[in-house]
């Protein structure tokens, strides 16, 4: 039962201050290679014919980049695609459909997990993945897309992009401001300066003073009147293990028991406290830990009857296909305050 105590600590503390000199080397690393695409070597490839959209973020672990580009697909509409890394995936196929737009077209693990997710949120929307964001627009173009999005390309520089989106987590914005593994930095903020938007994520989440102190750092680093957004990811439906829908409010007053691995854990409990539930236990697990059937049985056999055993739409794809029945699934979606301003941006 010991996985069921591990949790990906948002913040590494005191701790990281050993990991120092390895971000010094990893610091040192980043730095000459964003020198040399400053300089044009390697020139970052444009496929003609496609408008590209990057959303990513600078910091490893969960920003609500998945929500995000299901948001930013279901603005744009018409013949947009999304190509993604597909962490985590099993397949060693270079360019991988998940979703032609029409079907399915590969299961978790072979894909990986948010892909899934993606395919599974945005139907009729082909679904690639690709370690190389060059082929899999290319792939896009072929199945159709006028508009690509690129889900967590903000580091991936090889590809030309004609709009690039940073996110940035209101819960740990700035990832201690230390570089990996000291930090959670996968780049100096001055990275930030390459962003043409900044939407702040998860901002229901933290005070409007907090907000505006992020606010004011981002434009220390920022471009000169880069339009900058906050954006709520809140609870957008509850599903009974037997798959219909339930309202949100009849999680009010219950006592639940949650399983996660996610990147933030406990942006996912104040989630369901918002709810009206009492969080009675938390499995929590490592982001995009594929669940065996030992570990379900063992966290399922430690909640008592009449308690809600509940996880996320992206668990419950790594969850073993026998278990799935044992789980209610609270689905989030991402919503920008500023829609219209937002809109007329994305698609200017």
């Known amino acids: 039962m010991s996985d069921l105590l591990k949790i990906r600590p948002t913040s590494k503390g005191l701790a990281g201050f050993f990991f120092i000199p390895l971000s010094i080397l990893y610091g040192a690393a980043v730095r000459l290679r964003l020198f040399a695409y400053s300089l044009g070597f390697p020139r970052a490839q444009k496929t003609a014919g496609v408008k ?63 892909a899934m997710v993606t395919a599974g949120e945005l139907k009729g929307t082909p679904v690639i993945c690709s370690p190389n964001r060059n082929l899999g627009i290319g792939k896009a173009v072929k199945l159709g897309a006028k508009t690509v999005v690129l889900d967590d390309a903000f580091s991936h520089l090889s590809a030309h992009r004609d709009k690039n989106i940073l996110l940035t987590d209101a819960l740990d914005p700035f990832g201690g401001k230390r570089l990996l ?14 962003a043409d938007c900044v939407v702040i994520t998860r901002a229901n989440f933290v005070s409007d003073e907090l907000l505006n102190a992020i606010r004011e750092e981002i434009i220390g680093y920022a471009k000169k009147d880069v339009p900058l957004f906050l954006c709520d990811v809140e609870p957008a439906n509850l599903t009974a293990p037997d798959g219909s829908f339930l309202p949100l409010s009849s999680l009010m007053g219950k006592n639940v028991a949650l399983l996660s691995g996610l990147g933030s854990p406990v942006q996912f409990a104040e989630s369901v406290k918002k709810l009206g539930a009492t969080v009675a236990r938390h499995f929590v ?32 794809v790594r969850v073993p296909d026998a278990l799935k029945n044992r789980f209610h699934i609270l689905s989030v979606e991402a919503r920008v305050r500023d829609e219209k301003k937002f809109l007329d941006w994305l698609t200017s």
Request: a neutral charge; proline letters at 6%.
């Open 181 to 194: 593994p000291a930090g959670t930095l996968r780049e100096p903020l001055s990275s930030i300066a390459r």
């Open 285 to 316: 697990f490592a982001d995009h830990h594929r669940y065996n059937e030992t570990e379900i049985r063992d966290a399922a056999n430690l909640v008592p009857d009449g308690e809600i055993l509940l996880t996320t739409r992206k668990d419950l």
């Open 52 to 114: 590209v959209i990057s959303v990513g973020n600078i910091t490893a672990g969960g920003t609500g980049k998945t929500p995000v580009v299901v948001m930013v697909v279901k603005m744009l509409g018409g013949k947009v695609a999304v190509v993604s890394r597909g962490y985590g995936r099993t397949s060693k196929e270079p360019v991988q459909i998940v979703s032609d737009g029409n079907k399915l077209l590969a299961e978790y693990p072979e894909a990986g997990d948010e």
